[in-house]
Nanobody
């Protein structure tokens, strides 16, 4: 049974940083493609970053140079390090098992002064 639990969201000032975590209970975690998506109010959900087999990574243009996705195999956790946050990064951030099309419940990130 797949389970994804996100944490680490919160309120941060512009220019600040947050690290999101996704505790994943998935088969063959090491080779499962995982991703972070986000959805702002009134907008469609969009991909933020993906980590594929062999830890190849893929980022949305807005995330390049500011966000970093990684995985800890021992902890079966996927991370999203977010730096230089902007108000437009405000959204609910979701973890996703790309192979099984399974979503976590999401964690709110608010960037505001």
């Amino acid at each position: 049974q797949v389970q994804l639990v996100e944490s680490g969201g919160g309120l941060v000032q512009p220019g600040g940083s947050l690290r999101l975590s996704c505790a994943a209970s998935v088969p063959r975690f090491t080779t499962t493609p995982m991703a972070w998506y986000r959805q702002a109010p009134g907008k469609q959900r969009e991909m933020v970053a993906q980590i594929l087999a062999q830890d190849l990574v893929n980022y949305a243009e807005f995330a390049k140079d500011r966000f970093t996705i990684s995985r800890d195999v021992a902890k079966t956790t996927v991370f999203l390090q977010m730096n230089s946050l902007k108000p437009e990064d405000t959204a609910v951030y979701y973890c996703k098992d790309e192979l099984r099309d399974y979503w976590g419940q999401g964690t709110q990130v608010t960037v505001s002064s």
